[in-house]
């Protein structure tokens, strides 16, 4: 399948859970009579031969909200909202399950930056709290060395199923052709700038001109943003 047309008013590169979550909530907002339908077109590009077959396939899934900073705990509560009131969206493929994760820590300075993050996490409303070296063991009796001081316990935090969350939104795009277009086994190439506001994106199957290009492929975006100048990036990808 080549490029379904050569201009879009949005182009998305990487198909994942990010990508085709985006896709997903500009498409609702795209529908007819919707007065923020400000996009036409938009155009989700992904190099492998089906959605999801990238980082998202390869990916832990946990889902917890005890971050030590608020941008993270406020973005993972969204998410936690999400899964529990929108479950029939998703049905049995997100596989979300609140079994709680537990911090143990072994010494004074990391038990007080528990202390610090917990009353963060109140704040905004997690229900994490600090717990002591008894109750810690009988969450987890065989896993704690003896020099565990104590830890913090989460018991809303969790797992998910991320390659099922990322079909679930691939599945609703579906839906959507009129708004949105979607080429798999097309790795974009390069990333230029041309004069104007305009991108130039040449891909395996074909060019197509944009004045947005929102990155989503993971830590394989570096390589593009980089062909802009951009190596300052604020992204460095670690292997674990």
């Known amino acids: 399948m080549t490029l379904p047309h050569h201009t879009a008013d949005l182009v998305i590169i990487g198909a994942g859970a990010i990508g085709l979550s985006i896709g997903y909530h500009l498409g609702r907002r795209m529908l007819p009579n919707n007065p923020l339908a400000d996009f036409k077109r938009v155009l989700i590009l992904e190099r492998e031969p089906m959605v999801c077959c990238g980082q998202t396939a390869k990916a832990v899934g946990g889902r917890r909200d005890t971050f030590s900073t608020k941008a993270n705990v406020l973005f993972s509560k969204y998410s936690s909202t999400v899964f529990t009131e929108e ?3 998703f049905g049995e493929k997100a596989e979300f399950h609140q079994y709680g994760y537990l911090f143990a820590h072994s010494d004074l300075p990391g038990m007080e930056a528990a202390r610090e993050a917990v ?8 229900r994490s709290e600090i717990i002591s070296e008894d109750i810690a063991r009988k969450h987890i009796p065989n896993l704690l060395p003896d ?3 104590g830890g913090t316990y989460c018991p809303t935090d969790g797992v998910f199923n991320p390659y099922g969350v990322g079909v679930s939104y691939w599945e609703h ?17 390069t990333l230029t700038r041309k004069s104007g506001e305009n991108y130039l994106v040449t891909t395996s199957k074909g060019n197509v001109e944009t004045p947005r290009v929102l990155m989503a492929a993971g830590p ?5 943003v980089h062909q802009l100048g951009m190596d300052s990036f604020p992204m460095q990808p670690y292997r674990r």
């Open 220 to 224: 394989w975006s570096l390589s593009l």
């Open 119 to 126: 009353a963060l996490q109140n704040s905004l409303g997690v």
């Open 147 to 149: 020099s565990i001081l």
């Open 173 to 189: 795009l579906l839906r959507m052709k009129q708004q949105m277009s979607m080429v798999c086994d097309c790795e974009v190439l």
């Open 87 to 89: 479950a029939d969206f």
